[in-house]
């Protein structure tokens, strides 16, 4: 939802930049659904514990969600095409980092300028797509790109099994510098290039203080999730996480609506109340997402292939539900489909206790994804919609990109909170996972709960998307 200019791209154009901006994206789409599947063996063959591999996971989550904002204000100052490529051009580099990864230091290092480019890449893909179509043809080409993002999403750790299946971890990080490497030529040809906004403010200062706070909070949670003593390091990285959250409020107070995050956006309770349901929804579905492919893997011990086929059906049933979400906002509002969807996402993490050692995926496993698919079906549509247009214009861009960074915060504070389950094995990994789908369960009461807390007006225009 980056600003976008009138086009100007004569339609013939459109498709080309249309194409070349689903290729970018698809790379981040795709690269969170491959580690999953690959963690298991990257484990193994590296002899990593719980925290290095909390890590690999979470290194290229904290860049994504600490500085998309300013990579959206880089995009404006030096030009979206440049940006575009430069992302892409990271992606790359740091994907043959992860190939040629020695130990996990190496690869955390790989996969955190992985984040750094996928953060590049986000924004810049929105904003030369919406400058390549007006602004009648602006929601299907969303549309379009979105189903190129769940496509990607769904064949990658399949693809990512059977590569796995037939060698090493590496090759599926190699599988990602390919694409990369079509993307950059892609974007070179296609995607136009628009003049630089010199007068465009970059928050480099918020954007540190996110990566420090962000960072801070989830290496002290790995920590004490690990099991590892209270130490002075520990206390001194708390202060120091304390510190930048309360640096970086200082800093957004004083920058006012020219921050990064216009306190001014914190007045409205919907915003709150949406930022709040998003970050406890989606640290529960991100813990599924995680913890399932690496028990079918470790702990009911199938294969990888079928771990990375696994949530096809969920990408299918998101894109076949999710344009009904909007028909129900019309009808009910906004608060009813967050709350029952984020209740049948729970009950989704509830049914995968049924899933032990002897787990089959057709009766044990898939349960639990099409409920979970179900779930997130009916939030995915009202929660665009009340992130449009519960704010003006002016900040509808900025409280996108927050809800965004919201959501894979959620993600990386689940992930540092798993590390009891990711040092188990066979039966004790099953009861661990047992216990993270339960606290899942509860995180999903507790969106609905926020849910609740916002105003539910039926909305004649919902917004559709996947």
């Not at 992606?91 to 790989?110: E, H, I, N, R």
């Not at 990602?176 to 010199?198: E, H, N, S, Y």
């Amino acid at each position: 939802m980056a600003r976008a200019a009138i086009s100007s791209i004569p339609q013939t154009r459109s498709g080309t930049v249309l194409a070349a901006s689903s290729a970018g994206a698809c790379l981040v789409f795709a690269s969170g659904a491959i580690i999953n599947v690959a963690l298991a063996g990257i484990g193994r063959d590296l002899n990593l514990d719980a925290h290095a591999l909390q890590w690999i996971l979470n290194a290229e989550l904290l860049p994504l969600a600490a500085l998309t904002l300013v990579a959206g204000a880089l995009g404006d100052r030096f030009g979206q095409k440049q940006v575009f490529l430069t992302g892409i051009s990271l992606f790359a580099v740091a994907s043959l980092g992860c190939a040629a990864a020695q130990d996990g230091t190496q690869l955390v290092c790989a996969r955190f300028a992985q984040g750094m480019g996928e953060a590049l890449i986000m924004p810049s893909s929105l904003t030369v797509l919406g400058q390549a179509f007006p602004p009648e043809r602006k929601g299907w080409a969303v549309g379009v790109w979105s189903a190129c993002g769940a496509v990607a999403g769904a064949l990658a750790p399949a693809i990512a099994g059977l590569i796995l299946e037939q060698g090493s971890w590496r090759g599926v990080f190699l599988m990602q510098l390919l694409l990369a490497g079509v993307a950059i030529v892609l974007v070179a040809i296609w995607v136009p290039k628009a003049p630089p906004d010199l007068h465009a403010k970059i928050d480099l200062a918020a954007g540190g203080l996110s990566v420090a706070g962000l960072g801070g909070l989830g290496w002290s949670l790995m920590t004490l999730t690990n099991g590892q003593p209270i130490s002075p390091t520990l206390i001194v990285v708390a202060f120091v996480t304390l510190f930048a959250i309360a640096g970086l409020g200082v800093v957004e107070l004083r920058k006012g609506d020219s921050a990064m995050l216009p306190p001014s956006l914190f007045a409205n309770r919907t915003v709150v109340a949406l930022n709040l349901f998003t970050l406890v929804l989606y640290g529960a579905f991100n813990a599924v997402l995680t913890l399932l492919p690496f028990v079918m893997i470790k702990g009911a011990n199938l294969s990888v292939l079928l771990a990375g086929v696994a949530f096809i059906p969920l990408q299918i049933l998101i894109a076949t539900v999710s344009p009904l979400a909007g028909a129900l906002c019309a009808r009910f509002g906004h608060s009813l489909p967050l709350a029952v969807g984020a209740l049948v996402t729970g009950l989704g993490c509830a049914a995968a206790l049924k899933i032990n050692v002897n787990a089959q995926y057709w009766t044990d496993v898939f349960p639990a994804v099409a409920l979970v698919a179900i779930g997130m079906s009916l939030v995915i549509a009202p929660m665009t919609t009340l992130v449009l247009t519960s704010v003006d214009a002016s900040h509808a861009a900025t409280a996108s990109g927050f809800n965004g960074a919201v959501s894979r915060a959620g993600s990386l504070l689940a992930i540092a909170l798993l590390g009891g389950v990711l040092q188990r094995s066979g039966g004790d990994l099953i009861l661990s996972f047992h216990v993270a789908m339960l606290a899942s369960s509860v995180a999903c009461v507790a969106a609905a709960l926020a849910a609740f807390s916002i105003a539910s007006t039926p909305d004649p225009n919902p917004v559709f998307g996947l």
